[in-house]
């Protein structure tokens, strides 16, 4: 099976950081590329997906999730590049890019002919919608909502029972909801406590098929700040690797997407040059396998 990168530098789903600018999560791709990555991880090129112009001209509190349309047709775009390099055999690592770009690996999965789960790694689960909150908006902060059926845009593309949150903080806001829908979880303090690698063993004993969500804002700050929602209680980088790498690299997995990492807020580079090592170091099984 081959690694196979795509650029999907979209920032569509998040809020701007400041009045008058646009969210930097967008360079990430080219960022994490200059860095490499492509031969570091002797992948083939599926090259750069263009995202829709940012530009909430409009749109105000209120209006539901802004650039709703331009996601939705977005997510089709990315899932009509992943589509045919899987059924090739191909592993897809998509670079984000904001968690909105989840809506593409949600159609593969939707429209596949196999049942294909989620593993969401993540500080915080993304389930606010309509129906738990009056602010929804940025469809990052939303896309767990988006690809379980419950929001604005997307649709039902993985079951309940087919996902399994983890490294989300022990204050989320959506704990109780995800327990009474069936959703499975590990907080951060939770995987602290079984062990990352014992927790690997707990997600791949519950799925097949899986498509794995990566938002490096699931590391604690004092590893990685450079995200728009840094949120203290996040995992280490050590605790990172031995989670993600059996994940990564197990025949289950059919693909995976890096999403958050802002290089606007990374003044000397050297968090960029941590997201592309930890990346190169979950993925070494499959490069050498």
């Not at 701007?16 to 200059?34: F, Q, S, W, Y």
């Not at 490096?216 to 700050?221: K, R």
């Not at 993600?244 to 960029?272: E, F, K, M, N, R």
Request: one cysteine or more; glycine letters at 14%; hydrophobic letters at 40%.
């Amino acid at each position: 099976m081959t690694l196979a990168l795509l650029d999907a530098p979209t920032n569509l789903g998040l809020r701007p950081p400041v009045p008058g600018t646009v969210p930097g999560a967008a360079k990430a791709p080219g960022a994490l590329r200059d860095r490499g990555l492509l031969s570091r991880l002797g992948a083939r090129d599926l090259g750069h997906l263009v995202a829709p112009r940012y530009d909430r001209g409009g749109w105000s509190e209120g209006g539901g999730v802004f650039h709703a349309r331009e996601i939705d047709a977005y997510a089709r775009a990315l899932a009509d590049r992943l589509a045919p390099a899987i059924a090739a055999g191909d592993f897809p690592v998509v670079l984000g890019g904001d968690c909105s770009l989840l809506l593409g690996p949600g159609l593969v999965a939707h429209e596949s002919d196999r049942r294909i789960g989620l593993v969401y790694l993540d500080g915080s689960s993304d389930l606010r919608h309509p129906g738990n909150s009056d602010t929804v908006g940025a469809a990052a902060g939303e896309v767990l909502a988006h690809v379980t059926g419950r929001g604005q845009i997307g649709g039902r593309y993985f079951a309940d029972s087919d996902v399994t949150v983890l490294g989300i903080r022990d204050y989320d806001d959506y704990l109780a909801e995800m327990t009474e829908a069936g959703i499975a979880f590990r907080t951060a303090p939770d995987i602290r406590g079984h062990g990352a690698a014992e927790t690997a063993a707990w997600v791949l004993g519950r799925h097949g098929a899986f498509w794995l969500h990566l938002d490096v804002d699931v590391l604690d700050p004092s590893v990685l700040s450079a995200v728009d929602s840094p949120d203290p209680g996040g995992l280490s980088a050590r605790e990172f690797v031995e989670l993600v790498t059996p994940l990564a690299g197990h025949p289950s997995c059919v693909g995976l997407d890096l999403a958050i990492y802002d290089p606007d807020l990374d003044q000397d580079g050297s968090q960029g040059d941590l997201v592309a090592e930890l990346l190169v170091q979950v993925l070494a099984g499959r490069t050498t396998g």
